[in-house]
């Protein structure tokens, strides 16, 4: 296990960019936020140094209209693996507003989409506003549970809990 991962973004996953697209599409009219994250590229499978884009966390409370997003930044949590933003605009229009360079400060990679939503209605930026490259790479992003329980192993707790007498906190155990 490496102690420190290289800084260097290689690129968003394919599946990730196509939840983008499809999240910016079921929100419009309205603007889609929410911030990307990044795994080490060992951890899918690719021989390079380096960060892939797997994430798009999504911010409870997040508000929307068809000219802006705002996020309640008490909400954001303090993620090692935050590399940036994505956020889209209904006009179309593939370029930061001076709202939007506002935000770039944290992180180094904001994608914006525009409408349609389609492979080509979208751009990358880097933390002053000028456009980058980022490519979109073909990896597997691994399935991570949250709750890594199924409803038969709830249903069989439950039933156990009935037999030893346990309580609710049993589930903590």
């Known amino acids: 296990m490496r102690l420190f991962r290289s800084d260097e ?24 936020m929410g911030f990307l994250r990044a795994d080490d590229a060992r951890k899918l499978d690719l021989d390079r140094d380096g960060q892939v884009i797997t994430d798009v966390l999504v911010i409870p409370g997040t508000e929307s209209s068809p000219t802006s997003a705002s996020v309640r930044t008490n909400m ?9 933003s994505v956020h889209s605009h209904p006009n179309g229009a593939l370029r930061p507003s001076d709202a939007d360079l506002a935000t770039f400060g944290q992180g180094r990679v904001h994608i914006i989409v525009g409408a349609p939503y389609g492979w080509g209605d979208w751009k990358a930026f880097d933390n002053e506003g000028n456009q980058t490259t980022l490519d979109v790479l073909d990896v597997e992003v691994p399935d991570e549970h949250f709750f890594d329980f199924t409803q038969e192993d709830i249903d069989r707790e439950i039933g156990e809990e009935r037999r030893d007498g346990g309580g609710f906190l049993s589930w903590f155990r």
Do not use: Q, W
């Not at 973004?9 to 889609?32: C, K, N, Q, W």
């Not at 954001?76 to 940036?84: I, L, S, T």
């Open 76 to 84: 954001k949590p303090n993620d090692m693996r935050a590399v940036g």
């Open 9 to 32: 973004l290689l690129g968003i996953a394919r599946e990730t960019m196509e939840f983008v697209l499809e999240a910016s599409e079921e929100s419009h009219p309205d603007e889609y």
